[in-house]
């Protein structure tokens, strides 16, 4: 896992827990996390969300108190946006990622591969944060070593 997407994924993690913080988003470079709260907590009005951005596009949207992500590519099928959205998928889901064949993209949604379809630009999958995944262990001892104040 690159260092960008473990802090990436640290940050994500930091939000959805809840954890106060001085500031509601964290930049690194092209990628960006935002933390989005309206409403009052415990009403209908309430609405958490994550947002990731490369370039200023927002790549993925993750809903913490549905546990539902949404991942899309914003019209560019780039290394960058691949590597990024494999790093959420692989971190917090415990069986998506994208892979890409002869240009074109594919979701693979369960642990054996079986259920796999085209890309169309977005999907949904489940949003988990569970401690026992390698993945965000490996994201947090990252992001821990390299900036220990998001962790």
């Known amino acids: 896992m690159r260092k960008i997407e473990a802090l990436m994924c640290a940050a994500v993690q ?55 992500m949404y991942v899309m590519d914003a019209g560019w099928q780039t290394v960058t946006t691949k590597s990024r959205l494999n790093a959420l998928l692989r971190t917090f889901t415990a069986f998506s990622s994208i892979t890409q064949t002869k240009g074109q993209w594919t979701i693979h949604a369960l642990r054996d591969g079986t259920v796999s379809e085209d890309w169309c630009g977005r999907a949904s999958v489940p949003f988990t944060i569970d401690w026992n995944r390698w993945q965000l262990q490996t994201a947090r001892a990252i992001a821990e070593k390299a900036c220990p104040s998001i962790a």
Do not use: C, K, M
């Not at 988003?25 to 947002?51: E, F, K, M, P, Q």
């Not at 990731?52 to 913490?64: D, K, Q, R, S």
């Open 14 to 68: 930091n939000f959805a827990d809840g954890r106060t913080t001085t500031r509601n988003v964290w930049r690194s470079g092209n990628t960006a996390v935002i933390d989005r709260v309206t409403g009052i907590r415990g009403t209908a009005t309430y609405l958490h969300t994550i947002d990731v951005e490369l370039h200023g596009n927002l790549i993925a949207t993750i809903y913490p108190n549905s546990q539902n």
